[in-house]
């Protein structure tokens, strides 16, 4: 990935994988029947070596015609089949220079593609099975398999062909899903792989390492492993022939034979912080181990709902002796890294039609300070806003709408970001329940044709897009306000506010039982005996004499016809 390899000469040394590993991205599984509404979970980030960084989000449509090719900068050319299936991607702009990186895939078929989690091998390993120029690299990988499997298990078996006939560029972490199951797929070399299909009732979150640990290699029904056929090398004489196999019970732990003797905390502490999150009551959990093994699937506490794994994302070690937010620990590693461009997450329905059965939700920039939109699979094209190509700043992409919050609320997360999250998260549950609502919809219009079903699911998603790009601006406004007032010079962060989310101004009043009249540019509130002015685009308050009272964080102030206030401004009308 040549987005990392940018900075790899530069951590090199602190890195126990070799320096062409790229070590970005953080991935995460919910098995259905550890989810709390029976989906399949798999997700994404996608992390760069810069905090700017263009992602789009795009359809490919279903193409039959032959002599057709995937290729990729680094020479690897892959023929396709006559027919390709059409299939939604997440690609880099256009002039990025290093290829498609189509990140997060879903196709007509019910097929949930996502890559890749870049990993790394012990330099012992590594000199038995080098990675191959030439070969097989993230910047195409999703995109080819979802263009043309109609399983995981088809993903998996596609994948591992071809491995064995191109060779792989990089070591690669991929998840694949359908309505039936999920699969991971690691690549510890050129020619060498393992693939496992994961436990239902279980969940993973793992960073940069490679995960698979003890395997059982007469378990053909939950495993592929390269076999020293078809141009592969067998895995299991490969790891004998670089002395490193750690066998349990007599048999291979991968993780611990491929890899060094003792885990990198840059990426086994996001490991760990899954775990420690998901099922806190592990012994012995609640404490980090650098040289400790986590386990690549583990049991919940409690079934976890994608609202979860979106808060997963958010995840800086908050209530741990790694909080990223004390000045110590500031040169870490966390699962919600500013240099995320995008974060994916997909969810597979059991119940829905083929085509549109994966729902994606994808936030753009990185999650912490950003939101988290859905869209079906069956969608036949994205919202404009999606596809604004280019590396530079527009205001017309969603991409930057979305991440200028987040550069804005980081700038200061002591002050801003919270109100932040609290403003998100509130959509976020908003666009859950709504999608349950949907639910029904979808199997009612794809009753009636393909076709209405496609128009439906499209419609809903650039609805879904359309309203949280609204509410992007909404939140920019008022957080860029509070980012400027809060820009002082005084000792001690004298004067400065906390950000709290913005509201819809009369409703909010309404609810805490306010009668809102108004005068032109006046909102006149009153309550019992008790009056209050205020003015459109003002801070000030006045009470019933006329009296200056007090002031707003930041203006009330109008978008789309709606007047939005901070959160809690009822309580400062006393």
Known sequence: MRRIRLIVCVVAFAMVATTAGAFACTGMYVGKDASTDGTTIIARSEDQGSGAYNKMFKVQKRVTKAGRYMTDINGCKVKLPTTTYKYTYVPDSSDAGDGLYPASCTNEYGVSVIGTISTGVSEAYEKQDAVVDNGLREAMLPALIASQVKTAKEAVDLLAKLTDKYGSAEWNTLLFADQKEAWIFEGYGGHTYCAYRMPSDMVAVFGNQCMIGTVDQSDTANYVFSNGKNGSKDLFATIDAAGT??????????????TESSRDEYSNMRTWEGHRVLAPSTTGISTYNNDYFYSLCFKPDSKVSVLDIMSLYRDRYEGTDYDMSKSEN????????????????????????????????????????????????????????????????????????????????????????????????????????????????????????????????????????????????????????????NNNDRANNARKATFTAPVKFVSQAKKAGFTVKTSGSKYILTKDAAKFTLTLNSTAIYNKDGEYTDDFIYPIYKVNGVVYAPAGFTDSLK
Not at 445 to 471: C, E, F
Request: charged share 20%; proline share 2%.
């Open 330 to 485: 500031a040169s870490r590693r966390p699962i919600a890294t500013t240099r995320s461009s995008d974060v994916h997450i997909t969810q597979v329905y059991s119940n829905l039609p083929k085509d549109s059965c994966d729902l994606q939700w994808l936030a753009m920039g990185n999650a912490e300070h950003s939101v988290f939109v859905p869209a079906f699979s069956g969608i036949t094209d994205t919202y404009s806003a999606y596809k604004v190509d280019g590396t530079a700043y527009k205001d017309s992409s969603a991409y930057w709408l979305f991440k200028r919050n987040c550069t804005l609320a980081e700038s200061d997360r002591a002050y801003l970001g919270q109100g932040t999250k609290d403003f998100w998260a509130a959509q976020e549950k908003s666009e859950y329940a709504t999608v349950q609502k949907q639910l029904a919809k979808v199997t009612s219009a794809y009753g009636k044709s393909k076709t209405n079903g496609r128009a439906y699911v499209t419609s809903i998603a650039k609805t879904a897009v359309k309203n949280q790009l609204n509410n992007s601006n909404v939140l920019y406004k008022a957080l860029l306000f509070t980012s400027t007032a």
């Open 245 to 258: 196999a750690v066998k349990e019970d007599g048999k291979y732990n991968i993780a611990k034979s491929v």
